[in-house]
Nanobody
Framework: QVQLVEAGGGLVQAGGSLRLSCAASGRTFSTYGMGWFRQAPGKEREFVAAIDWSGGSTYYEDSVRGRFTISRDNAKNSVYLQMNSLKPEDTAVYYC??????????????????????WGQGTQVTVSS
């Protein structure tokens, strides 16, 4: 079992930056693949980014690639999402997720279509134009 708590959301103007963080409970954090998803009003939840267990491999949804960076610190049981050049269409509730499966741990690209085992409660990001 792992519990996830996100922080860092807020209101920012278009072109600005935010850094989301996700703190995980438990001593086995480094064995989980980690990812970020988002859900905009009236839309389905979508994949944003994922990172393997070591932090050495990452994968991004096309619309955020080059603007967002996912990273993790296994010593702090945390994963981060640095979001730059934010756009109004990035407005959503952002969710941190964890999955212990081999596919999630080793291949971040496999997070597309994945339904992770564990989810945080979400943090609101609002980008004004």
């Amino acid at each position: 079992q792992v519990q996830l708590v996100e922080a860092g959301g807020g209101l920012v103007q278009a072109g600005g930056s935010l850094r989301l963080s996700c703190a995980a409970s438990g001593r086995t954090f480094s064995t989980y693949g980690m990812g970020w998803f988002r859900q905009a009003p009236g839309k389905e939840r979508e994949f944003v980014a994922a990172i393997d267990w070591s932090g050495g491999s990452t994968y991004y949804e096309d619309s955020v690639r080059g603007r967002f960076t996912i990273s993790r610190d296994n010593a702090k049981n945390s994963v981060y999402l640095q979001m730059n050049s934010l756009k109004p269409e990035d407005t959503a509730v952002y969710y941190c997720a964890a999955d212990p499966g081999a596919r999630a741990r080793l291949a971040p690209s496999r997070w597309v279509g994945l339904n992770p085992d564990y989810w945080g409660q979400g943090t609101q990001v609002t980008v004004s134009s």
